[in-house]
């Protein structure tokens, strides 16, 4: 069983910065690939950016070339996405996600990833 918590949203700026953070709860040694979503208002959840267990593969949307930095620390079983320059179109419910421990390789598909956190608020006044 693989428990989730997202933390450090807020409100912010325009231009500002955060750091997302995803402690990963585990009953065994297992690592997970990771990936990061968000829902804005009225909007499906979308894929934001995803990292392999050892954090070798990362990969992004479109929306977050350039602003969004994921990262892992797997001796303190966290999972970070670093958002800089924010905009109020980044303004949504941030999730993390994990895969199944079978898998090495991250994924931008949501049907991929069976643990989900409950999600860290992030607004962006303009």
């Known amino acids: 069983q693989v428990l989730l918590a997202e933390s450090g949203g807020g409100l912010v700026p325009a231009g500002g910065s955060l750091r997302l953070s995803c402690v990963v709860s585990?009953?065994?040694?297992?690592?997970?690939?990771m990936g990061w979503f968000r829902q804005a208002p009225g909007k499906e959840r979308e894929f934001v950016a995803s990292?392999?267990?050892?954090?070798?593969?990362?990969n992004y949307a479109d929306i977050a070339q350039g602003r969004f930095t994921i990262s892992r620390d797997n001796i303190k079983n966290t999972v970070y996405l670093q958002i800089d320059n924010l905009g109020p179109a980044d303004t949504a419910i941030y999730y993390c996600?994990?895969?199944?421990?079978?898998?090495?390789?991250?994924?931008?598909?949501?049907?991929?990833?069976?643990?989900w956190g409950q999600g860290t608020q992030v607004t962006v006044s303009s």
């Open positions: 996600a994990a895969r199944g421990s079978s898998y090495y390789s991250p994924s931008s598909s949501r049907a991929d990833y069976g643990s």
């Open positions: 585990k009953s065994t040694n297992d690592r997970y690939a």
């Open positions: 990292i392999s267990r050892n954090g070798d593969i990362a």
